[in-house]
């Protein structure tokens, strides 16, 4: 069956240019610093974002991990939201393996951090307190339902950040997204921090992959913690070469994504027992309830969605999140939104 996949823009297939550079892709030891097209990834992003170096990472997991480890020690703490991907998805890793303390304090709705908040959870120098030294923002919020921060914000964190001598990093798992929505360059919205991590694997369609972006000096730290991590790849150059037709083909077009995610919304808003979240869409992604009157939860609707050929990502009992992606078409959504009538009709 070709399904209509909604459940993430993870599930992305890599394109045909993609594969066509994966193999002619030139390649060599990128331990040994030699692999030229990691080597050209590399410094593409670095120039899209602004940055004086990036680092091709395996995943965003690793490139936060990275991150963190290179700004923090042991003891250190990072101040972020509830709701960071950092904090929820990525199996405490920071803690796990680099002994840093989270501090957490309520993401908004609109996935900022409220900017005495974060002054509040500043330690003071004393030695019963862990110390503060890194603040993470992330953007697009994926919990937050994949709203964007603005520049503004952006700059506003960034001053109490640096006021009170922390670094930033900044998840940009989905960066373009937000930059595309913005209608700015992505490295408008992260010249006011240190470091930032960036994916090729979600919706710009590359099969794996992520670049953390920085300092010249902060790169040649995370890259000795990538070797620490197990995350020194050889060849890399064929997952590489992805990437660069990732960066140069697939982020203007975003857009669409963008597009299908508000004709998705407007479609379900006609279906009987659907809601729309409060602010949803935002960017690519639509979050939706199953009415309470609608005998039905969230598990049994999407065994009816899925003989419909439509899958979606539970986010809670009546709870949904659907992404729109390169591999979800305009002839998709009518589909989809039949199939949430059909679905919840009990036909
Ligand atoms: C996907 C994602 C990551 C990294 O995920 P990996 O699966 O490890 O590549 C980090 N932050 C956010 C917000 C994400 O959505």
Redesign the pocket.
Known sequence: MNWIDLRSD?VTLPTENMRTAMGRAQLGDDVYGEDPTVNRLQALAAERLGKEAALFVP???MG?LAAVLAHCGRGDEVIMGNLA?TYLYEAGGISALGGVHPFTIPNQADGTLIISDIQRAVRADDPHFPRSKLLIL?NTH?RCGGVSLSRHYMLEAAQVARENSLAIHL?G??IFNAAVDQGVPASALVDMVDSVTF?L??GLCAPVG?VLCGSRGFIEEAHRIRKQLGGGMRQAGVLAAAGIVALEEMVDRLVEDHQHAAQLAEGLRSVEGVSLDKGSPNTNMVYIEIDSSMNTSAQDCAAKLKNEGVLVGITGPRHFRLVCHYWIKDEHLPQVVQAFKNALSGG
């Open positions: 993870t995943s965003g997991t936060n991907h992330e994926n998840d798992a989905r994916c694997s979600k992520s």
